[in-house]
Structures are given as C-alpha cells and as structure tokens.
C-alpha cells in the first residue's frame, strides 16, 4: 500500500519560512517524480514544485523562495518555503507519480499572515 504522509505545516507571519515534508512508503522511491501542490479555498488545485526527470520545476510566483528536493535515504521529499506571503496560504498536497499512476498524501495546512 502506497502511503505519503505530509507534516510540516502551520501558521507563520509574513517573510517567514516553514519547511514541508514528505515521507512515501511502499512503492519503489528511487524511480518517482515527485512534486508538492497546492489548493487555496475556493480555486483549484496547482503545481507549486516538482522534481521531474530529476530536474525541478517551479510555478513562478515560487521561484526564488521555494526549494524541492528529495532524499533518497529517508524516502522523503520536502519544500522548503521562504518569504512567504499571505497569497502563499492554502492546504499543500504531496504527490508522487510513476507509470502514469498518482499517489497524494492527505494534505498540510500552510496559513500565512499579513
């Protein structure tokens, strides 16, 4: 049973930093593209950063505060989010995508104050 577990979240005034993680169990991990996603109350569901082909990939209004990497040791991925602004808030997804199947871990809240 594939099984992403999420942690890391909460609440953070604006300019500062939360660290996500993402810990995925019983799928092969070396093999997967990876990314983190996110849904802000009453829009859909978008790529923040993903690690595909072993290149990252960020959605612009990221780039330069965010960071996607992978260790394959723990098995886990993680985004590290800097200068976080209040348009940052919204409940952040894990994904892990191999063979065209999707897995997804249950979701972490990130709230951002002004």
């Known amino acids: 049973q594939v099984q992403l577990v999420e942690s890391g979240g909460g609440f953070v005034q604006a300019g500062g930093s939360l660290r996500l993680s993402c810990v995925v169990s019983g799928i092969l991990f070396r093999p997967l593209d990876v990314g983190w996603y996110r849904q802000a109350p009453g829009k859909q569901r978008e790529s923040v950063a993903t690690?595909?082909?072993?290149?990252?990939n960020y959605e612009d209004s990221v780039k330069g505060r965010f960071t996607i990497f992978r260790d394959y040791v723990k098995t886990a991925v993680y985004l590290q989010m800097n200068s976080l602004i209040p348009e940052d808030t919204a409940v952040y997804y894990c994904?892990?995508?191999?063979?065209?199947?999707?897995?997804w871990g249950q979701g972490t809240q990130v709230t951002v104050s002004s």
């Open positions: 994904n892990a995508r191999n063979n065209g199947a999707d897995y």
């Open positions: 690690i595909t082909g072993g290149r990252p």
